[in-house]
């Protein structure tokens, strides 16, 4: 074989890998948009409400402590907040059970639904609240699709893992704090530089909450998310292409990490989604 055959069969090869990484990326990027425009998705969040000690009111009332979308019965029932444990009792005629609500720091936590509505109880820094969603809200109809940079393998990264189990303190945009647990950290090096972030364990994955110096300009400034599968053989794939948006950018209700100062990185990371709307 010729020294011009062998070079083109390997430029065909690394030709068809690129391709198949832009079809793999395309196809995340599709299934992030379905996921936030499906139903009871994060376009669909519409409150929040932090309970106080004692009942409650719930319904379309707007003086009420937990006012649902005007859509729903003005009085939807009470919910009772005692000794940090939740309780819903429905208004008469609302075809809902009298319940505990256990929040969603539980796996299977309660869920009620009422026609297109639905809410349920947060639990955040042993203070507890009531979420809504209302899958005719504006945002979701109003969704005009997501921005990002084009995709770049050279920021598929290989990182290295360093064992280290410890507790990470995140300030959140709604002025609590969330205690989440690390397995360690991963560093990486980009163009000659060395830098260091550090995830928590959210179920099977590695979870970064990140800043860099693309924030307020292209990204979104208060932060960006990113996922990657956990440490195998003492690595970590980094994936910036698929560093997204947290949900603070598509509600007022959602109550987002901010980043750990050790995850604001002195770089600018081009790629992955780029801020929605007039979010900056």
């Not at 932090?50 to 003005?74: H, K, M, T, Y």
């Not at 444990?85 to 929040?103: C, M, N, Q, Y």
């Not at 960006?224 to 292409?241: H, I, Q, T």
């Amino acid at each position: 074989m010729s020294l011009k055959l062998a070079a083109l069969i390997v430029m065909a090869g690394v030709a068809t890998a690129q391709t198949a990484y832009q079809r793999e990326i395309a196809q995340w990027r599709a299934d992030r948009e379905t996921k936030l425009k499906a139903e009871n998705g994060w376009l669909t969040v519409v409150g929040l409400n932090w309970l106080r000690e004692g009942e409650n009111r719930v319904g379309s009332d707007p003086n009420f402590e937990v006012p649902l979308p005007a859509s729903a019965p003005q009085r939807v029932g009470t919910i009772t907040l005692t000794n940090g444990k939740v309780h819903f009792k429905p208004a008469s005629g609302i075809p809902l059970k009298e319940t505990d609500l256990k929040p969603d720091t539980a796996p299977d936590y309660d869920k009620l639904s009422l026609g297109r509505l639905m809410f349920y109880a947060i639990e955040r820094e042993n203070k507890f609240a009531i979420r809504v969603k209302d899958n005719d809200s504006e945002a979701r109809k109003t969704f005009t699709g997501l921005r990002w940079y084009p995709v770049d393998a050279s920021w598929k990264i290989k990182a290295k893992f360093i064992p280290s189990p410890h507790s990470v303190t995140f300030d959140t945009e709604v002025g609590v704090k969330e205690k989440d647990e690390s397995p360690g950290y991963v560093t990486f090096v980009r163009r000659g530089q060395e830098y260091r972030l550090e995830p928590v364990k959210e179920d099977d994955e590695l979870f970064f909450v990140i800043r860099d110096q693309t924030s307020g300009k292209t990204t979104y400034a208060a932060s960006r998310f990113l996922y990657s599968a956990l440490p195998k053989n003492g690595f970590v794939e980094l994936d910036f292409n698929k560093a997204e948006n947290p949900p603070c950018v598509f509600t007022d209700f959602a109550t987002c990490p901010l980043p750990p100062p050790q995850n604001r990185m002195k770089l600018a990371v081009t790629a992955g989604e780029q801020t929605y709307g007039n979010h900056r």
